[in-house]
């Protein structure tokens, strides 16, 4: 099972106090895997302006292996604003030739980027209904 969450170690915490007999090994990856969301109307025509396979076909928490510009790339059809989203996942190498990636192939769709935490994760979920819990 794979878990992208802001929220680890209380995630850790809940699912080892709710395990009873079953035996769950966890294993955090992290420093190993890169995430870049694309979030909105337009995140599935930015996904395929850069992906090397189409990714119409994907439902809500399916993930697709294809490749960007010749490197290896997951995407989870996953959203936090409420809206349409994705999520790539890749090597943290390769972060600024994805991101070089997206601003260029996401212009003709209007493409912006939030970097602010508490944007990202606070107030667009809280407007779609949203709420981040940190007990």
């Known amino acids: 099972m794979w878990i992208t969450t802001l929220v680890i170690e209380e995630l850790k915490k809940w699912l080892n106090d709710n395990l009873g007999d079953r035996v769950v090994n966890f294993k ?8 870049y969301a694309i979030q909105g109307p337009k995140s599935r025509d930015v996904i395929n302006a850069i992906v090397a396979d189409n990714i119409d ?13 010749g490197i290896g790339v997951m995407v989870a059809k996953a959203g936090f604003t409420g809206s349409l989203g994705y999520e790539l996942h890749f090597h943290p190498k390769f972060s600024a030739k994805i991101e070089e990636i997206i601003s260029e192939k996401g212009k003709p769709f209007d493409i912006g980027e939030v970097t602010l935490a ?18």
């Open 28 to 35: 955090e990856i992290t420093a190993e895997i890169a995430l």
């Open 118 to 135: 508490d944007v990202m994760l606070q107030t667009l979920p809280a407007e779609a209904g949203f709420i981040l819990s940190h007990d």
């Open 57 to 69: 076909d994907l439902e809500n928490f399916d993930i697709k292996q294809t490749t960007v510009d």
